[in-house]
């Protein structure tokens, strides 16, 4: 099976659930790295008087999270595109101190025709619940395979 069909094989498939914490450490580096200074990333007391009475993280900080592997998933260590990223929050931001349950779903493959050649287009969400299995956030990607990408592989 070359690497589209297994692609195109694991549409629905996921990963065994990863367990997360979200540490005040590591959403104040990630604040700094993004160059976010808002007070509610990094100041116990301006959080503790906001709405949300305690430091929360910034929205793209699912990023950093561990999601588990699919089985038999392949990724080229090189090659891809980023098409696009997106993160939708259920019940507003994550706050420190919460533990989070993080799996991978492949959700699909398609392909276009360019006028480059073949592309195709694999999307994958990332879902983020609670210790009761509520959801919290959903993270999609898109990454794209090129034509250059597809003869590498072979395809």
């Given at each position: 099976m070359?690497v589209i069909?297994?692609?195109r094989?694991?549409?629905?498939e996921?990963?065994q659930?990863?367990?997360?914490?979200?540490?005040r450490g590591?959403v104040r580096k990630?604040a700094e790295?993004?160059?976010d200074?808002n007070p509610?990333?990094?100041?116990?007391?301006?959080?503790?008087?906001?709405?949300?009475?305690?430091?929360i993280?910034?929205?793209t900080f699912?990023?950093?999270?561990e999601?588990?592997?699919i089985?038999d998933?392949?990724?080229?260590?090189?090659?891809?595109?980023h098409?696009?990223?997106?993160?939708?929050?259920?019940h507003?931001?994550?706050?420190?101190g919460?533990?989070?349950?993080?799996?991978?779903e492949?959700?699909s493959?398609?392909?276009?025709?360019?006028?480059?050649?073949?592309?195709?287009?694999?999307?994958?969400?990332r879902?983020?619940?609670?210790s009761g299995?509520e959801?919290?956030?959903?993270?999609?990607?898109t990454a794209i395979?090129?034509?250059?990408?597809?003869?590498t592989l072979?395809t």
């Amino acid at each position: 099976m070359n690497v589209i069909e297994r692609w195109r094989s694991l549409v629905g498939e996921r990963s065994q659930p990863v367990v997360n914490l979200v540490e005040r450490g590591a959403v104040r580096k990630f604040a700094e790295a993004i160059g976010d200074p808002n007070p509610l990333y990094v100041d116990e007391e301006a959080a503790k008087k906001s709405r949300y009475a305690g430091l929360i993280a910034p929205p793209t900080f699912p990023r950093t999270f561990e999601y588990g592997r699919i089985e038999d998933m392949y990724w080229p260590d090189s090659g891809m595109i980023h098409g696009e990223h997106r993160v939708s929050y259920e019940h507003g931001p994550l706050k420190v101190g919460d533990e989070i349950h993080c799996y991978t779903e492949f959700k699909s493959y398609d392909e276009k025709e360019s006028r480059g050649g073949l592309l195709g287009f694999i999307v994958l969400e990332r879902f983020g619940e609670g210790s009761g299995g509520e959801r919290l956030f959903t993270m999609s990607d898109t990454a794209i395979v090129t034509p250059t990408l597809r003869k590498t592989l072979g395809t």
